[in-house]
Nanobody
Framework: QVQLEESGGGLVQAGGSLRLSCAAS????????MGWFRQAPGKEREFVTA????????YYRDSVKGRFTLSRDNAKNTVYLQMNSLKPEDTAVYYC???????????????????WGQGTQVTVSS
């Protein structure tokens, strides 16, 4: 597993923006696909977005397409999630996750990610 440290969560009004970051330890960050999941109170954790090892392929759930952008900087061992036009429905604990694969297509299922961050709260008010 790789150690993940998240930051950037907070409280924002609807229509605002936040940028989450996830920093990974080790010298093999480029060997990992990276993803974000979220969990709202009383609901199951759901897939948000994921990116492959070299940043060439990214997937997004339909509800965030056009609003969220996932990128990575392998030199800094960091992945970024830019969240724009936030909605109250985006309120959740957001978790960074890593999967040890160099596949062209990043995984999107929880079970395929072996390392998880501590979670960071994102709250979007009406």
């Amino acid at each position: 597993q790789v150690q993940l440290e998240e930051s950037g969560g907070g409280l924002v009004q609807a229509g605002g923006s936040l940028r989450l970051s996830c920093a990974a330890s080790g010298r093999t960050f480029s060997s990992y696909a990276m993803g974000w999941f979220r969990q709202a109170p009383g609901k199951e954790r759901e897939f948000v977005t994921a990116i492959n090892w070299n940043g060439g392929t990214a997937y997004y759930r339909d509800s965030v397409k056009g609003r969220f952008t996932l990128s990575r900087d392998n030199a800094k061992n960091t992945v970024y999630l830019q969240m724009n036009s936030l909605k109250p429905e985006d309120t959740a604990v957001y978790y960074c996750a890593a999967a040890a694969t160099r596949s062209l297509h990043p995984p999107t299922r929880e079970g395929d990610f072996g390392s998880w961050g501590q979670g960071t709260q994102v709250t979007v008010s009406s």
